[in-house]
């Protein structure tokens, strides 16, 4: 399992690794002490987990990780105490080792939930609703709007759904939405 730390503090970071050397899944971490250094990487490759600071440039990052082929686990660091409904996807420099360990047990846990699922070459019902948006002649825009979610989110979608079928074109998805019963011949335009 590969992390990526995104974190401007050289103690904050060391300590992190330090946590996450416990774990026997972790075999990869790399650390990035600005936003940009981290951006670069990111499309580069993609981690399983990325642990960033909530003070990082995050629309460049969040565009970096649209691209990548595969969706990390976020878990956000903030320099603050949290709430207590905080989430297990939030942590905090001021949190003990019992509650950093069991919120990154629980990104572990899921990343691998992850990984099964996108080793399913069957779509998603979301992957099915975008695909069926697409077979439409939407724009990935117009898909975000009808589906509140943002442009990178379809795009990834996408980019799934063309790796699970192998269909690179919107002819080829039209053709199969319709012969898969995603949409009916009579709802194209």
Known sequence: MKIFIGE???????GIIQLLSQFK??????E??????LEKALLESSPNILIINTAFNHEDIETAIS??????????????????DSTKT??????????LTEKI????YISNENENINDSEELSP???????????????????????????????????????????????????????KIIGIDDIN
């Open 67 to 84: 691209e990548s082929e595969h969706q990390p686990v976020i878990l956000h660091l903030f320099n603050t105490q949290l709430p207590h």
């Open 8 to 14: 401007s503090s050289y103690i904050i970071r060391k």
């Open 90 to 99: 939030h942590l905090s420099v001021f949190e003990n080792k019992a509650t």
């Open 25 to 30: 899944e972790v075999d990869i971490i790399k």
């Open 105 to 108: 047990e629980n990104a572990i």
């Open 126 to 180: 979301r992957e099915k609703l975008v695909l069926k948006h697409v077979a439409l002649g939407q724009t990935n825009k117009e898909i975000a709007e009808k589906l509140f979610i943002s442009t990178h989110t379809v795009i990834s979608h996408r980019k799934n759904i063309t790796r699970k079928l192998n269909i690179k074109t919107v002819s080829g998805l039209t053709v199969y939405a319709i012969l898969n």
């Open 32 to 37: 990035f002490s600005t936003s940009d250094e």
